[in-house]
């Protein structure tokens, strides 16, 4: 038989983008992902803007409370005929009477014949102002600033200068709240808002995925009908379904019934085909045998040779048509020991060792074709090799596939001629008896279920054939 050493390469695939290999395939996770996303710039945004509208009504309505105690200290506060400042402000805040709270008022004398001060009995030391060239009054003799006040904390103050008496006497009146207060007021409203629109924002999220794995339900059942179908308990999508994936379903039910009647007329014409063929290659095979001589022989030989392609032909049709319907269980175990124990008996002067999983394996597909396709490669390394043979059966790398290796201590093969080695009725020594058939034969049986066929370098020396195929869970 011929041998391959490596089997053809396959074509690299087009790799997607890193950022679309590294977003997760899973719609739900998707929509999910995008939705939180979603709601968090929306909480983030509504946070942002009212924490912001908050601030500005705060400040105005503390600059305002300011400006309107400012006027109430205006009109609360007179002076004598000898200048003196006199009056005794009552500004309605309990704060101005409590040392060091942030909250001061004060009268000075801005012109000249006016003398003495009055002050807040909160104001226990003197505040400093900046000058008139650093904060400017207004048109309106007003001018507002910030400064450190007493106790260290941030002051908001107001300021104004009024005329007195018609002699045009003046005095600075200040107003001073704190402003750290109004600070720490808004901080406490932003950690309540947080942590009512974080409450909020989990619920929201919760119910939004919800919501998407209960709309996205419709989605697992076509796949779970469409694993039925695949699985050959069901035949067709069965169910009521959504009006947005109704649709999907009647397409999907159509191009089975259409696959169906495709299969079904391509093994209805190969069965005629070889029906009609039976009767003619029959009659050839008895008339080789009734001729006799060399040429009786080689008729019935060939007709032989006919009879058994046809057969195999249309094995590969039926393989074909239900490689993907898991109908066939067959366990893997017990057929290969058998086959060891046979081709040991065959072969008593090869040493033929197996090693077998713990776990159970099912081949999902018929027991002849393995058969075949393990007969065959059996047969190929037993009648290549030395002294050796080695058959290991395991789990393949995905789930749903398991793996056969079969070893040799042989020759091997040259890279170069490996490609000829599963072409139909190619063999490459012609001193080994054998057709060249049998390595095509279980390409084609692997190929028929959807599995992969490898030849590789043992490590014994020689050959490695490497068969996955789909297994059962």
């Known amino acids: 038989m011929s041998r391959r050493r490596n089997s053809e ?23 999910i992902a995008f939705s939180t996303v979603w709601a968090i710039l929306t909480l983030v945004v509504i946070f942002t803007l009212i924490t912001t509208l908050y601030r500005q009504a705060s400040e105005r309505g503390f600059d305002s409370l300011l400006s309107a105690h400012l006027f109430n200290l205006i009109g609360s506060v007179g002076i004598s005929d000898t200048g003196a400042l006199i009056g005794a402000p009552d500004l309605g805040d309990l704060r101005f009477s409590e040392p060091k709270s942030g909250w001061y008022w004060s009268v000075e004398p801005a012109s000249e014949g006016v003398h003495g001060d009055l002050h807040s009995s909160s104001m226990t030391s003197k505040i400093p102002s900046p000058s008139v060239a650093e904060v400017p009054f207004n048109a309106s003799f007003q001018r507002s600033y910030s400064a450190e006040g007493i106790d260290g904390e941030q002051l908001e103050v107001f300021e104004s200068e009024f005329v007195l008496d018609a002699k045009n006497r003046a005095a600075r009146f200040r107003v001073m709240g704190n402003q750290s207060e109004l600070e720490q007021e808004i901080a406490t409203f932003q950690r309540r808002l947080l942590t009512y629109l974080s409450l909020f924002g989990v619920g929201m999220i919760a119910i939004n995925a919800i919501a998407i794995l209960l709309g996205l339900q419709p989605l697992r059942r076509v796949r779970n009908a469409l694993a039925m179908v695949r699985e050959g308990t069901a035949q067709r999508l069965d169910g009521r379904f959504p009006a947005e994936i109704e649709p999907l379903a009647n397409e999907t039910n159509a ?31 008895n008339e080789g045998r009734a001729l006799g001589g060399a040429k009786g022989q080689l008729i019935a030989e060939q007709a032989a040779s006919m009879q058994k392609q046809v057969d195999h032909y249309l094995q590969r049709a039926r393989v074909a048509a239900q490689r993907d319907s898991v109908v066939y269980r067959t366990p893997v175990a017990p057929l290969v020991q058998r086959m060891v124990r046979v081709l040991q008996k065959l072969n008593p002067q090869t040493s033929l060792s197996l090693s077998l999983p713990a776990t159970e394996i099912v081949f999902a597909g018929e027991r002849e074709d393995l058969e075949e396709l393990l007969g065959n490669l059996l047969e190929n390394a037993m009648k290549w090799a030395k002294s050796a043979v080695s058959v290991t059966v395991g789990p393949g790398k995905d789930d749903n596939l398991f793996e056969i290796s079969i070893d040799d201590d042989g020759p091997g093969i040259p890279e170069d001629k490996a490609r000829d080695a599963l072409k139909r009725g190619r063999r490459l020594d012609e001193t080994k008896p054998g057709t060249g058939l049998g390595l095509a034969i279980v390409a084609d049986l692997v190929n028929e279920y959807g599995g992969i066929l490898a030849l590789e370098r043992s490590g014994l020396g020689g050959l490695k054939a490497v068969v996955r195929l789909r297994s059962l869970q």
């Open 255 to 285: 191009l089975i019934e259409n696959n169906k009647r495709i299969v079904e007329r391509s093994r209805t014409q190969v069965g005629n085909l070889a029906h009609s063929l039976k009767t003619p290659l029959a009659v050839l095979l």
């Open 9 to 31: 390469p396959l074509k690299p695939t087009a790799r997607a983008p890193l950022s679309l290999r590294l977003w997760p395939r899973s719609l739900t996770f998707r929509v």
